[in-house]
């Protein structure tokens, strides 16, 4: 009998009242409802998806603010996955990958080729890449394809079971010959930052540095886009490259006005129905690839992160 339980009867007891144990249990319950938080409208749930580090991290967040969730600081949780990166084998193309349904293209561009989700072909997006090093993003498995919940009568459906992991089957894949996660943080407690401005930490802004000064030395942003609110920072080691980081400078379009998506086509009478911009139509990484030893700068360009989302 666990200590609420005990303390209860106890209670009813001394006092010679079932109606007092109903009084508590009420409470209790109450109490739960009001420390889960308010529960969001449908638009809200939705624009909670365009959080800067992606689908991963609950809430909405302004610049500059620390990535805690349920208690804990950013350094006691794992950073969430951004992208998932891959080489190329020899020989083999990303039209390989995208004939087995895959989404793949190249991970660094020139901003006219950025991929906005939705509005060009899969296999033209693949058959543009000329380069070995790509983004890949894997379709979601349904889940009637991974196992299909039984229900009955007073029986309740269980949790749909979530999709393995792409990246172990793209392991075995052959047109690659390496892949994996691009990571929100770096996992260098030296260079691991808890704050979209990196400010917090010396050893993110010593390679910050030099890669702010060639995205702006190229030409790919601007003073005034870095100095703007919504921009922010993120560094995490280069998957591909051993000794590399992934310095990206996210820049962010508003997907609402006040509650009204950007792209609802009367936004004088807004509808729940209206669509939702998607995240790669949102937000743009501008990239720097950076020797961790040297700080020197490797390549500098558009990032394709958000393929797919």
Known sequence: MNRLTWATKAF?????????????????????QVSAGPQLSAPHRRRQLLAPFGHRQRGRHRAGELLGAAGRTCAQ????????????????????????????????VPRQDMVITGTVARAAVAAAVTGPLVVIHAPVTPVSAVQQ???????????????????????RNPALQATGY???????????????????????????????????????????????????YMI??????????????????????????????????????????????????VVASVDRATGQVESVGYGNWYLGQ
Do not use: W
């Open 149 to 171: 919940p039984v229900t009955g009568a007073g029986v309740q459906a269980p949790e749909a079971p979530m999709p393995p992991d792409p990246v172990f089957a793209l392991r």
């Open 77 to 108: 949780q794992s950073p969430a996955p951004v992208a998932l990166l891959g080489r190329l084998a020899p020989g083999h193309s990303a039209a390989e990958l995208s004939a087995t349904g895959y989404d793949v293209a190249a991970l660094m």
């Open 12 to 32: 009813a007891v001394r006092r010679g009242g079932p109606i007092l144990i109903v009084v508590i249990a009420a409470a209790v319950l109450v109490a739960q």
């Open 236 to 285: 995490g080691e280069d998957p591909l490259e051993s000794g590399h980081e992934l310095i990206t400078v996210l820049l962010a379009k508003p997907a609402y006005v006040g509650d009204v998506s950007v792209l609802s086509p009367d936004p004088a009478h807004p509808s729940p129905s209206d669509p939702v911009p998607s995240v790669s139509q949102t937000l743009t990484p």
């Open 182 to 232: 691009l990571y929100a943080q770096s996992s260098d407690p030296n260079l691991r930052s808890c704050n979209y401005q990196l400010t917090d930490s010396p050893g993110a802004q010593a390679l910050l540095r030099p890669a702010v000064a060639a995205l702006l030395a190229q030409g790919l942003v601007t003073q005034a886009q870095l100095d703007a609110g919504s921009t922010t």
